[in-house]
């Protein structure tokens, strides 16, 4: 037994960036500016970001030392063989293709491979992997398994895809299905882990029906840390080596670098098959860049390489998931409603539940995410209505779950910042009743969350 309990930040703070405080009449303000839409608030005017952790982590020393060991050269650059030769240590894949971010990956590997009519199953696709799945008239199909879409059930991995379900869907429309995606872990459904075993069942169907299996692997080092502390027989291995192991069982992924790879920017396209990557180059060159580079400076790759690196060591992981987890605890004990248990990155609140006067069509996750904003200045974001709600023919309906994401920049925040939105979820969460829904007044026909406009309804 160790002596000491508390887990700490693994790391000291060597640079810092103030943050500015507002009063309650400039936050009423600054939201109305912005349509009553936190995409389109100015960051200046928020106090804790919870929007995303996507790309908003802090850089070690290390990374923001190799940036000075970018090789700029446009075509064969030195910091490309070092990133390739990172991505291949870690999955093991062939053709390593580098990207802007995660959905230009999506964008590539879908618009090469996807035909009108096909299927993409997976545990929950994210929006813009749904996005680009339905913009080549193709079907994005989730098969989470059950536990995955009620909130207040418990389960180690409640990120599982639903086997019985994909053998069904392979057997019966299986010409369809080009290929099958599994998100790791689940940011549509609460940031839940996937097993080991899981996906070797995936793997198993796969070489059944003759079908590639491709990982969505944006937050794989987290999935690895809660297949280590969760799945009998793990806890021994490093997360690395269960990493790599669950790359192995696939035939390629898609990455977001901006979670998991530790970087401000930055994505990749990996993958076995020789035919494929063929092309997905091909339409690399005319909307990415180079091959070398992918739409990337030579010093992004260069910290993508070391984040890498960095995202699978125990004392960042252990503390990483914990302190998701300790937010978790502070609301849930407060009666506040979320997705148990908490996610890696992010905790949802469960905003259905906790505001049942707003109907699914006025929108309570936005309800939530404003009050929050106005009455403490943090900024979080609705999954649910505004988000998936809106299909491809014009038609609208209440998605499977109205949530608010908190999500946690990677090593941004300390103890004392989490502290502090746990007391504004429940001072919001005892207003509950104060709160009203809102009606969309502008929206484009894709996408829409990032850029509708909302009227707060009387
Ligand atoms: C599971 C998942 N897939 C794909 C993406 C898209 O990545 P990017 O934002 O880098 O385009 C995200 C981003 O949040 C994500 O969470």
């Not at 207040?152 to 379900?165: C, R, S």
């Not at 999954?383 to 023919?393: E, K, P, S, Y």
Request: with cysteine; hydrophobic share 40%; aromatic share 8%.
């Amino acid at each position: 037994m160790r002596p000491f309990h508390t887990i700490i930040e693994p790391f000291r703070i060597k640079s810092v960036e103030a943050l500015r405080f507002t009063t309650r009449e400039e936050r009423v303000a600054a939201l109305a500016r912005a349509d009553h839409n936190v995409f389109k608030l100015h960051a200046d005017d928020v106090l804790v970001d919870l929007l995303t952790d996507s790309g908003t982590g802090a850089m070690s020393s290390a990374q923001w030392g190799a940036l000075m060991q970018g090789d700029e050269s446009y075509a064969g650059s030195r910091s490309f063989y070092r990133f390739e030769s990172a991505v291949r240590d870690l999955t093991g894949f062939k053709h390593i293709i580098p990207t802007h971010q995660g959905r230009a990956a999506e964008r590539i590997l879908f618009h090469t491979i996807l035909h009108p009519g096909h299927i993409v199953p997976n545990n929950n696709h994210f929006d813009t992997t749904r996005a680009n799945v339905e913009v080549e008239d193709a079907e994005a199909r989730d098969l989470v398994i059950d536990e995955g879409r009620h909130p207040a059930v418990v389960h180690p991995f409640k990120g599982n895809i639903d086997l019985a379900a994909l053998e069904a869907l392979l057997d019966r429309e299986g010409d369809r299905v080009p290929l099958v995606m599994v998100t790791i872990t689940n940011n549509s459904g609460g940031g839940q882990p996937v097993s080991l075993a899981n996906l070797c069942g995936v793997r198993a169907l796969c070489d059944r029906y003759r079908k590639p299996f491709f990982l969505d692997a944006c937050r794989f080092a987290e999935n690895a840390w809660f297949v280590k502390e969760r799945e009998e027989g793990q806890s021994g291995r490093t997360p690395r080596d269960i990493a790599r192991e669950i790359f192995g069982l696939a035939d390629g992924c898609t990455m977001s670098a901006k979670k998991d790879g530790l970087a401000n920017i930055g994505g990749f396209l990996a993958m076995n098959s020789d035919a494929w990557a063929e092309q997905c180059r091909n339409l690399l060159i005319l909307t990415e860049g180079f091959p070398t580079y992918g739409g990337l400076a030579g010093y992004d790759l260069e910290a993508i390489a070391r984040g890498l690196e960095e995202v699978v060591e125990e004392p960042y992981l252990r503390y990483r998931i914990r302190s998701t987890e300790y937010l978790a605890d502070k609301i849930l004990n407060a009666g506040v409603p979320i997705v148990r248990p908490a996610g890696g990155h992010a905790v949802y609140i469960d905003a259905r539940s906790l505001l049942p006067h707003i109907p699914p069509l006025q929108y309570p996750g936005i309800a939530l995410v404003n009050a929050l904003y106005t009455e403490a200045g943090v900024r979080c974001v609705e999954i649910g209505t505004v988000m998936f709600g809106l299909h491809a023919d014009g038609t609208e309906t209440a998605a499977a779950l109205d949530l608010v994401r908190l999500a946690i920049p990677r090593r941004v925040y300390t103890q004392s910042h989490i502290d502090f939105v746990a007391e504004a979820v429940i001072h919001v969460a005892g207003m509950r009743d104060q709160l009203r829904g809102y009606r969309i007044t502008a929206a484009p026909g894709a996408l829409r969350h990032f850029t509708a406009a909302f009227a707060p309804l009387r």
